[in-house]
Structure formats: C-alpha cells, structure tokens
C-alpha cells in the first residue's frame, strides 16, 4: 500500500505541474483578434469605432465638447468658405456601447446671414440622415480593418 501511495503523489505532483502550466496560458493578456474588434467595444464609455467615427466625420468644425464618456461630441457654428452666408453647427450622441445604427443620434442646427444677423433656418432631414450614414459606415470599415490586422 505504502508503495502505490509514493507512486500516486509523484504523479499527482506532476498532473498538477502540467495543469497550472495550461492554465498559465489562459491567462495570457494576449486575446484573440476577434475579441479585439468586436462590435462592443467601449474603453472609453462609448463604442470606440463610432467614437472615432464621429470625430473624423465632423472634423471640419471647430470642436466645442467631446465627452467621450457621455459619448457626446459639439461642434462650433462652422461657415464653409464657399458659401459664408449660412452656418451649421451639429451634435453626435453616442448611445450605446454595441456597434449599432440605433446608438446613434446626430442633430444640427443651421442659420442663415439676413441684413449682419444670424437667423435660424430648417434643417432638411436628409442632410442629418447623410452624416448619420458617413459616421456609420466609416464606424464599420474601422472594425473591419480592426478584425484584418
């Protein structure tokens, strides 16, 4: 008896080597790239891929607020050289952590120049619609190259 108890522990010891060295590797900080570009990503309170995508898109604006954490992003009343009568100055909220059409909202506001005053002028909803789509679609290529690298 004594002698199948000694022949237990050695291999019991060794066993126990060879699963903490398994584990070990679990705990790598190493992750698959897959995880690294998947769709809800948030280390910085809102999905990082629409973050970024939303700063590039307004880029042309002078910033006022970007509140990553809140996922809120303001910009200046912006004039384009071409046409300095009228300014816009827009808002992109970020709503989710998820890679998601729906964590997404973007407003603007637009005046127009009447005799040295600003006036406020209608949006047209298409103009909206069209930077929601620019910060999506740019928000996807992001993640794609993310899951091809």
């Known amino acids: 008896m004594t002698a199948f ?14 699963a903490s060295i398994g584990l070990a590797a679990c705990s790598s900080s190493e992750r ?3 995880d690294l570009a998947a769709a809800q990503v948030s280390t910085i309170g809102v ?7 939303a700063l590039e898109a307004v880029s042309f604006a002078p910033l006022l607020q970007a509140d990553s954490n809140g996922g809120v992003i303001v910009t200046d009343w912006y004039a384009n050289p071409s046409n300095p009568a009228e300014r816009v100055k827009m808002t992109v909220s970020i709503l989710d952590t998820d ?3 729906d964590a997404l909202r973007v407003s603007a506001s637009r005046q127009v120049d009447q005799g040295g005053s600003w006036v406020d002028a209608p949006v047209q909803a298409v103009t909206v619609q069209k930077l929601e789509d620019i910060i999506l679609t740019k ?3 992001l993640r794609r190259q993310a899951i091809s690298n």
């Open 139 to 141: 928000a996807r290529e």
């Open 32 to 34: 698959p790239k897959a």
């Open 47 to 53: 999905n990082s891929y629409l973050w970024r995508a």
């Open 99 to 101: 890679l998601r059409a």
């Open 5 to 18: 108890r000694t022949f237990r522990r050695p291999a019991a010891i060794a066993l126990l080597g060879v």
